[in-house]
């Protein structure tokens, strides 16, 4: 509540100002409308937040005042300087009772009845407006009054000079990046002078480095915010739902003045409404029902945040009725996101983490609170963009908890550092699980299953790529003992082979550039001590891009037996490049395109072309497609819907009719598997990949 | 970006193998000797690597990629720093010459044989004392799109 009430004192304090300037400003000028407009703005915020929060005395005489600049806007009065100053003597009342609030934290008492009357004679009609015989006597009792009531009871005492300034949040990202380069020229300096330990310099830059340190923790503080304004609207939400269920439910707010980076305070508010929805709705039992229970009738959901290790780690708990775990194995199952064996093999804490995968959603009907098709795992997903981790435990009957766990700030991460082939780069610490030393014939014994490498990590089958192969780094490794990074990427783990582990240091995440960003697997870039740029890794994004994420699902596809088609299937050939040759069943097809190339156009990294009057997003089939200027390609076009999208390949090969029996089961995305088609292996063409992929450009 | 190339005087002009060119000198940031550069492995060709100009990432454009100029052995390379569409870009040239006032008038059309990728990048083409000069727009030249993979 504090907060809110410094947030409304500093925004009514720019506003204010800026209304006895506008008022004046008025008073010349009384057809201005775009000033009367802005004059009601202002009286209308103040009035706004004042109902919020509960401060009558304000919002009494804003929304008379309101009311008159109202009838002035709409033009039934005329800004006449009497109604003018009416209005500006309300303001004035205002600033008393704000300049009250500021010092004293309560809004003191008062009688405005005299203001309210003279402001709302200018709300009768035109004809009993003057006819007011009282006026005069309003008015000099409100110039007595004025001196006695309205004037600060402490006027002696110096206006308070606001303590905080509203800063451009540009201006502090360039602060933070000069406070990086700053950094930088440090550590140069830090270098220079520890090759000469007598140098006259060694002082001045022991000097230099803690002063850098200082200034870099405190530009990093003026980032900070208090996690407790991202749940600000819960109480109202708890409460609303409360009411709407007729349950019975406390909400206790632990540690909201625990600070963590603006941006993260952000990317937590939606993932926050969204679980203490979820408690308050679904958690928490009825009255009745808790009654029965023996537990106290008042449901409670505890919010708690702290500091841990370098963290900050957000809690929601409440004492409902927790998650049936085996509802949950049920679910997952019917919605296909485990096999049945999987979900059995699961111990209680894995399979109650399926609630996170997309699909799923534990509510069996749909209700106006929760429930709208947005669930868990958008909730994960949210937490994940921005480095954090979520996790969920569950006592049945006795409650739930989500332990949310976010880092401290965006910009700095901690960070492996790595070797593969000669070239550094840097993953994030926070999706490495474990780091596993190969000794050099480990190479030699890694299963494999479809071209995919498995390690056995313990009593689990892990895919395993090379870094050095994945970015086609040139040269070849020495066989020598190297390095198996273990990550989390999504609900699957896997590993990346690196040379060694060179470090691990806190680095500051850049961004980086659009003509390297679509290679999509790189997290940013940084730059490290000695000025040298470092890509970051971006394990999941590695993982899908190498087709090992699908091969986990591959997996479980190959446990169920492949039911032959029996019938035949028209199959479009292509060609997509590189002399390879892709299939498509032709009834997925709506049309087939010839279209030069230079109709291809480019909008922010997605491509879409002209056609019949509306834009066709349109996807490469590969990275072999070429677009040569003066050539056509040939785009097949689909429908989905009501929209339809293009995948553009080099050429249309053929139509034949084969019996689709698809031999095996993909490897990378984009492809479903691969048929005998004419005699030769051919890969068929995943279209749900490609749609998806052009909807994604379409968005971004 | 067409209307400002022509609207402006001033142009950065470098030299990419055999051929110059000129760049609006309002989008040019500086110019620089070559800095190392980092790789950015699977990038586009063109996408000679990052480098760090004070603090700040710039992309490294390879100029005799990206113009498709065969690159000779031993040139003094520098970069002209471009600032586009909010980032910061390098084009790595053979040498980078004066800055010259190309008034409006003095500005022809590209010729219709010219090559397609040059067709897409340049706005125009000045006579110069020694040869042609071709006017570069940034943000042709750095559009994705239009690069190759």
Redesign the interface.
Known sequence: MDDLLKDFLAESAENIAQLDHDLVELERDPSNASLLNSIFRAIHTIKGTCGFLGLARLEHVSHTAESVLDQLRSGVLAGEPEVISDILRAVDLIKVILAELESHRVEPVGDDSLLIALLEQWLMPIGEQRAATTEFAVRSAIAGESAASLSPSHADQPPQIHSSLRVNIALLDSLM??A??LV?NRNQLLEMASKDEDSALATPVQQLNRITAELQSAIMKTRMQPVGSAWGKLPRIVRDIARDTGKKIELDMKGASTEMDRQLVQALQDPLTHMVRNSADHGIESVAVRRSQGKPVTGKIVLNAYHEGGHVIVEIRDDGKGIDVAEVRRTAIERGIVSREHADTMSDCQALRLIFEPGFSTATEVTHISGRGVGMDVVRSNIERVGGAVDIASAPGAGCTVRIRLPLTLAIISSLIVRANG?IFAFPQASVLELIRLAPDAMSTFDTLQNVRLFRLRDDLVPVVDLADE???AGCAADEIRTLVVCQAGSARFGIIVDEVVDSQEIVV???????R??R??AG?T?LGD?????IIDPAALAIRSGTETAGLAQVATEKPVTPAAKQDSLLLFGIGDDAVQAVPLSLVARLEEIPA?RI??TG?S?VVQYRGSLLPVVAAG?AVTFT??RTNSVIVFNEGSSSFGIAVNDIRDIVDEVLNLQLIAVRPGVLGTAIIGGAATEVLDVSYYMNRARDGMLS | MIALAESTDEVVTFRVGGQWFGVPVIAVQEVISHQATAPVPLARSCVAGLLNLRGQIVTAIDMHDRMEIPAAASESLMDVVVFDGGELFALVVDEVGDVVAVPPHTLERLPASLDCLWARICTGVVRMDNGLLALIDAARLLDESSTRP
Do not use: D, F, H, Q
């Open positions: 990046n000069l990086g380069e930088l070239e970015l086609r780094l850049k961004p980086i550039g659009r003509l390297t679509s290679v697997c790189y870039c730059i000025g040298r740029v470092v890509m230079e156009e480019s990294g491509m990275p200027s003066g």
